[in-house]
């Protein structure tokens, strides 16, 4: 969690600012005369007055002309100086109501943070629900991210593995699926949050999310989300049995994604159908040993796509269908070992998809058949790759 996210931190970042009233005025004062200027200046013109009798004489309607014109002046030099105080006034009023917005904002958080460190896990439940109604009602984004924060935070804590369902561990194991609730109850907003329109109510889309190093064994659906802002990281983390990770039609169009060092040990990872047009996503480091992780269907444009040193030792990684063209696709220095990776009937148009020092048999689908001459878009293949089937 950013040390310097915290409430306080956001409220003073609120701090009202205001001129004196003095300069306001002498602003206020000096934009009238200017603007009555350029309106007098302009009647003369648009009106031909060439020249200004100075012989007349002044007549009482004249006199009583001028002093109506005095005293309009002074009520609207009065109203200008109401009308200063009166947007003094709201703008004090504002910051005050925004400050014990964040007063209270700052008692619930801490009353909620308090919950998720209890013994109790329907007591940490409680706490879970109330930081994302927290982050909901937030008055501004900073504190929003905070309460995100905390409930990543929350995820990245270690646990206790499940001990087993044998009758000496029962008390433990009933434990352990209760706190797996709160974990998954947490995936479970994050994943509705997220889903829903950037700019509506309850909308997290465009906030950072930190879940590095969280071991996934739970649900987590980003179908249909379009990341374009913010950083979403999975650095380290473990997808393992039990995971159901979705992004089924997810638009990766400004974020930054970041599944580097994970582990795909065991569940299903979806990217059907999914949209790189813009952005990264990077998969560097990865290991794919036991998950199904499926690109089937998905179109990359434009961004950067990386599996570079990725290591694909086991169970399928399948790219059946997907389109390529843009951007940048990097396999470079990757290990196909013992997982089953396809490109069948994938198309290659443009942009580029590297295998450089890459090891292992070559991707099923990858090379054309008989000849197997690679598309000009598919660049630095191992040699090994390139020589004919006999």
Partial sequence: MRANRG????????????WKVGWALIAIFAAAILAAGSVFYS???????????????????????????????????????????????????????????????????????????????????GGVHALAGLADDAPDDNLRQTCIDVLCTYLQLPFTPDPGNDPT????????????????????????????????????????????????????????????????????????????????????????????????????????????????????????????????????SGGEVSFTEAEFSGRAVLFTGAEFSGGEVSFERSKFSGSEVSFGHSTFSSGMVSFEDSVGPAPDGLLHAGALLPSPVIRHLPHAWLTPIP
């Fill in 169 to 300: 561990h029962q008390e433990e194991h009933h434990r352990y699926l209760a706190l797996r609730k709160v974990r998954h109850t947490i995936l479970g907003l994050i994943s509705d949050h997220y889903r829903r329109p950037r700019g509506t109510h309850r909308s997290w889309q465009g906030c950072d999310l930190d879940l590095t190093g969280v071991t996934i064994d739970g649900r987590l659906n980003f179908n249909g989300v379009n990341f374009s802002g913010g950083r979403v990281s999975f650095l380290g983390a473990e997808f393992s049995d039990g995971a159901q990770v979705y992004f089924r039609r997810a638009k990766f169009s400004g974020s930054t994604v970041i599944f580097f060092d994970a582990k795909f040990s065991g569940g299903t990872v979806q990217f059907s159908g999914a949209e790189v047009s813009g952005g990264s996503v990077s998969f560097a480091e990865a290991e794919f040993s036991g998950s199904l992780v499926l690109f089937d269907g998905a179109e990359v």
């Fill in 43 to 125: 009647l003369i013109v648009l009106l031909d007055f060439q020249e200004i009798d100075t012989t007349a004489k002044l007549d009482a309607k004249t006199l009583f002309d001028i002093v109506k014109l005095s005293f309009g002046v002074v009520a609207g030099a009065g109203a200008l100086v109401a009308l200063v105080v009166a947007y003094r006034r709201q703008r004090v009023d504002e910051a005050g109501a925004h400050r014990e917005a964040t007063r209270l904002h700052t008692e619930r958080f801490s009353q909620a943070v308090d919950k998720l460190g209890s013994d109790s896990p329907a007591v940490r439940l």
């Fill in 7 to 18: 409430p306080r931190a956001a409220r003073d970042g609120r701090e009202l600012r205001l």
